[in-house]
């Protein structure tokens, strides 16, 4: 009966959608969150540009006519569109034109040159520091997309190493190379290869009907998964419903929207390191560059996969390849496979995909990922005995094995079902956390079970590393790293230095771009869970309930400490949330002293006059509603450096030379491509980064573009580069120079130096 309502259901509705094609992009039925959100991207994006002023400089070659007119278009990807017309009346005359960037993105410029060769680029106004640069043709144009890694070039660079010799552009490729019969889940080598097939729906993530296929090959430990996955996008309100399931189970081809894949393996040129690789198909079986999982916009691949599964999106390199982590393989991200939480998935109720029908499977299935988790210690459980022991300091410890085991009843996994009740120890009431020795305070189970458990868990539990005990406090595996306490929030103190509960404020309660996935979004903003966590986080409850993400938030950037008297400096309000309007104004005693220009833009101008410490207030406006004022503290001082001309050789001298620990021992000391030390993701000093066996300019560049992806220019303040050797969730723990807890006392010269560079647009 079930199969007979859904296809009618399906029938009517196709006929009604006769011309208009199967898939409907149009999402307008579903729940619109906080706008501006990019869901299934991570929080540092990555933008080719951050907000400040640029100079578009472009000459021509050759003069067909005198005068020869010109057109410069100048397209943001915040949507404005600029147009700055004139005449090139000399041959080689340089044209130099002032844009602004008003929010962290990308900008595309095209110049019709009225049939005269050009050649254009795009400065860091004042800087010489080129951040892109047409070839010498009629018509040149420069396009920098929006985020660094979302783009095509993205998807191809990291195909072209995980799918080397192209064998795997389509899914009959792909079941070919992994071993699997075309027409089924059956393995073509059934004595070698474990097989595993299940049907569900995913409930709490994406939504969708799943049929999944697992291979493990158990002599080479190789793991190669496919997933079908269906959904329903033409019955209003019933995107993310059971309607789905029912596809999937009905086999309706017209509602299979795609197939993701996934292998555990080596390449070519890792060396026999097996990592996880992800892959995607259209319907129709071929590979996907972007997808779109949650319908609110196509992304490059593999960023919507690795955004989940623990991984790390770094831009591409200079020769426009996929990047290496430290000492990892090229293209390892760092991700790894989820598994399975059986109770939080919707099955079938007739055989054989009822849940005891497959319960089985998914144990087997569970198994199959566990055995690609690393190895911390010795075991001699059964369930252990496949996986790899870890290598070096910084590799992911898996402390996920410990939650997938208890599922199963523990270490040996002797129970036949699996059922979450899984509470870590740090996560306790009154118990000893293992990490930050800390004693667990009261409700924290119940914060573990009915938020971290439904919302955070899937994606944080992937994260982290085991640099040394409490450095991978990203996995929130216990209440201090998740919150902050004595041992963890502050800077240094302790064995990590650093909660998050200021930055749960931010993306969850600010922001809005938190959870990370669309479904999980609407799930948690339904039910109590927003109010169950405000209460735990300082400023995130009003009167008994859990502020909004879609109110208006005056963010007027981090306290600069560093500016100096008689220069024009630009203030940013452009991290602001849902704001439409600026007022800026200078609420310190000493206003006479200084002066603001354009106080209701979102980049205002301050001079200050004298030597002093200055306070701007801002507050923004949604159209219909002030924010709460937000406050920045300005230090002026003649004797400090002009920030405009911070240039990238003064960051990599604090990188090498300074900043560090102590003087004597500088950032390099322990980021050091020789010194064997595996734990540090980027290494500052000098060394063949390109692998041309030279060491030279081109390496210089790479240095600069590796530490360029530790900044955030959608979020300054949470830039690596600044948080980390600040004292926040750093093994080294608060560096020299770094010290912004003091404010104006306290030695934070390299900070303010680093702080202002990104503030200009880090300039080469």
């Known amino acids: 009966m079930a199969f007979a309502r859904l296809l009618l259901l399906l029938g009517f509705v196709a006929l009604a959608l006769m011309g208009c094609g199967q898939k409907n992009e149009d999402t307008a039925s579903e729940p619109n969150p906080v706008s501006g959100v990019d869901f299934l991207m991570f929080p540092n994006p990555q933008a080719s540009l951050g907000v400040g002023d640029y100079t578009v400089l472009f000459e021509n070659t050759t003069l067909p006519t005198n005068p020869t007119p010109y057109t410069l278009t100048v397209t943001y990807t915040d949507g404005r569109v600029e147009t700055f017309p004139g005449n090139f009346t000399l041959t080689f005359q340089l044209v130099s034109v002032p844009i602004e960037t008003r929010n962290a993105g990308g900008v595309t410029l095209s110049l019709n040159s009225g049939g005269a060769t050009a050649i254009m680029g795009i400065e860091v106004t004042g800087s010489g520091s080129f951040v892109g640069l047409s070839g010498i043709v009629v018509n040149p144009s420069i396009s920098l997309p929006r985020f660094e890694i979302d783009q095509a070039a993205y998807a191809g660079a990291y195909y072209a190493v995980v799918d080397s010799g192209a064998a795997k552009t389509t ?86 929207v795609g197939t993701n894949a996934i292998e555990y393996s080596a390449t070519p040129t890792s060396g026999g390191v097996k990592f996880v690789k992800f892959y995607t198909f259209n319907p129709d079986g071929t590979r996907r560059t972007f997808v779109d999982l949650d319908g609110r916009g196509a992304k490059a691949m593999p960023v919507p996969c690795i955004t989940c599964h623990g991984g790390k999106g770094l831009p591409l390199t200079a020769a426009g390849t ?32 009822t849940r005891p029908d497959q319960e089985a499977s998914l144990k087997a299935i569970n198994k199959v990922v566990l055995c690609t988790y690393p190895l911390p210690a010795a075991s001699a459980f059964a369930e252990d005995a496949c996986r790899t022991p870890t290598v070096g300091a910084a590799q992911w410890q898996g402390t996920t094995a410990e939650m997938v085991k208890d599922w199963y009843g523990g270490d040996g996994m002797p129970n036949a079902a699996a059922s979450d009740s899984y509470v870590p120890t740090g996560w306790k009431d009154g118990a000893t956390a293992p990490v930050s020795g800390d004693v667990v305070p009261a409700g924290a189970t119940n914060l573990y079970r009915t938020v971290i458990a439904p919302y955070c ?27 902050g306490s004595t041992n963890y929030e502050g800077f240094a103190v302790g064995p990590a230095g650093g909660g998050h509960y200021n930055r749960i404020k ?54 600069r400490m560093r500016l100096k008297t008689g220069s024009a400096v630009k203030l940013s309000g452009a991290d602001s949330i849902n704001a439409v309007s600026y007022r800026w104004r200078i609420t310190s005693s000493n206003a006479a002293n200084a002066a603001l220009a354009n106080p209701n833009t979102v980049r205002p101008t301050f001079t200050a006059n004298i030597d002093g410490i200055f306070t701007v207030e801002l507050i923004v406006n949604n159209g219909s509603m002030d924010s709460a004022p937000a406050t920045q503290t300005l230090v002026s001082a003649a004797a400090n450096p002009d920030p405009n001309s911070i240039r990238w050789q003064d960051i990599r001298n604090i990188l090498q030379n300074t900043g560090g620990i102590t003087p004597g021992t500088p950032c390099a000391s322990c980021h050091d491509s020789g010194s064997g030390n595996f734990g540090p993701p980027v290494f500052y000093n000098d060394y063949d980064r390109n692998g041309d ?28 580069l600044l948080r980390r050797p600040s004292g926040h969730h750093h093994p080294g723990g608060l560096l020299d120079g770094f010290d912004v807890n003091n404010q104006t006392t306290g030695n934070r010269v390299h900070y303010d130096t680093i702080l202002n560079w990104i503030v200009n647009g880090a300039p080469e």
């Open 171 to 256: 899914l009959a490729d792909f079941k070919t190379a992994n071993g699997f019969n075309a027409a089924n889940c059956q393995p073509t080598n059934t004595v070698s290869v474990e097989e595993y097939e299940v049907k569900f729906r995913d409930v709490h993530d994406l939504g969708y009907g799943r049929h999944m296929c697992v291979h493990r090959n158990k002599t080479t430990g190789d793991v190669a998964v496919w997933v079908e996955n269906f959904q329903v996008t033409a019955i209003p309100g019933q995107h993310y419903e059971r309607v789905n399931l029912e596809a999937l189970i009905a086999d309706d081809r017209r509602w299979h």
């Open 322 to 353: 996929f990047p290496v982590i430290a000492a990892f393989p090229q293209a390892d991200t760092l991700a790894h496979m989820q598994p399975l939480n059986v109770d939080t998935l919707d099955f079938w109720d007739q055989s054989p995909w």
């Open 457 to 483: 868990r899937v994606c944080h539990a992937l994260r982290g590393n085991g640099n040394f005990p409490g450095a991978n406090d990203i996995d929130f595996m216990e209440y201090s790293k998740f919150i």
């Open 506 to 559: 931010y993306h969850v309660f600010d922001r809005g771009n938190m959870p990370l996935a669309l479904l999980k979004w609407d799930q948690f903003w339904a039910s109590a869970a927003p109010t169950t966590l405000a209460a735990f986080v300082p400023g995130a409850l009003s009167g008994g309930s859990a502020i909004q993400p879609t109110r208006p938030v005056a963010l007027p950037g981090p306290d």
């Open 693 to 720: 066996s030279l060491v030279d300019a081109a390496d210089v560049h790479q240095f600069y573009l590796d530490i360029r992806a530790r900044l955030n220019f959608t979020d300054v303040e949470a830039s690596f």
